[in-house]
């Protein structure tokens, strides 16, 4: 079945500690995202990709870095954890121009 | 920049009864919008969607919506709520000519069913 794939689904981790969510899909298309959602706060876009070698800063993207070197895989990178970043992070992707996304499971990610 | 709000953080349905979720945006030029449904450890799929033309857009699951423009709302409908509906709404803009644009949701309503 086509759609994104996210690694892990849920994860515990130490604050300071490095951890990398991955995101891969297998549909082709060009723009990629990253957004956590937060009780009371909804989605907040994190970084976006719309092409491979291509990157952007969302709402929200102190604390976090992406790379797009191929079409179907956008990873995540948290480089020092902090426990404000315990989080359900969702990968997206888009293939057409009026933004229409397909969204992935969900990491649950929490940060002792 | 484009925003969306959802007024209502909390809407209780009886089952059978009908349903219209708000939804309200702002935004300069002609948007897309969009509602999604997330239902509890999911992710979030799409119920509708309006690009242009008919302002009645009809989804997924007996979903409707309907764009006001005079009003900036886009609010979500359903004439009969099933249990299996109960599930956090998102209403999402998006914004014309902007190649691959992002969406701006709104904080979502969560949607309890009684019997």
């Known amino acids: 079945i086509a759609g994104i794939t996210q690694a892990p689904t849920s994860q515990i981790l130490a604050a300071g500690r490095r951890m990398t969510l991955r995101c891969t899909q297998d549909m082709r298309h060009n723009a990629m ?29 102190d604390g976090y870095s992406v790379s797009r070197a191929n079409t179907d895989d956008f990873p995540l990178t948290l480089a020092s954890a902090v426990p404000s970043q315990t989080s359900v992070y969702f990968c997206a992707s888009s293939g057409t121009l009026t933004g229409e996304l397909f969204f992935g499971e969900g990491s649950r990610l929490t940060v002792l | ?11 209780t349905v009886s089952e059978g009864a009908s349903l219209e979720l708000r939804c309200n945006y702002s935004y300069g030029a002609t948007p897309y919008l969009f509602w999604y449904v997330q239902s509890p450890g999911q992710g979030l799929q799409l119920l509708l969607k309006y690009f242009s033309g008919d302002t ?12 006001k423009r005079s009003q900036s709302s886009f609010n979500l409908r359903k004439p009969s709520v099933h249990w299996s509906d109960a599930a956090e709404y998102f209403c999402a803009v998006g914004a014309e000519g902007s190649g691959y644009s992002t969406l701006t949701f709104g904080k979502g309503t969560m949607l309890l069913v009684s019997p």
Do not use: M
């Not at chain 1, 990253?34 to 800063?57: C, E, V």
């Not at chain 2, 920049?1 to 809407?11: E, K, L, N, R, W």
């Open chain 2, 1 to 11: 920049a484009q925003s969306v709000t959802q007024p209502d953080i909390h809407i």
């Open chain 1, 33 to 61: 995202y990253w957004y956590r959602q937060d009780l009371g706060l909804g989605l907040r876009l994190i970084h976006y990709s719309n092409t491979a070698g291509t990157t952007g800063k969302g709402e929200v993207p």
């Open chain 2, 56 to 67: 009645l857009v009809q989804g997924i699951k007996g979903f409707e919506a309907e764009f």
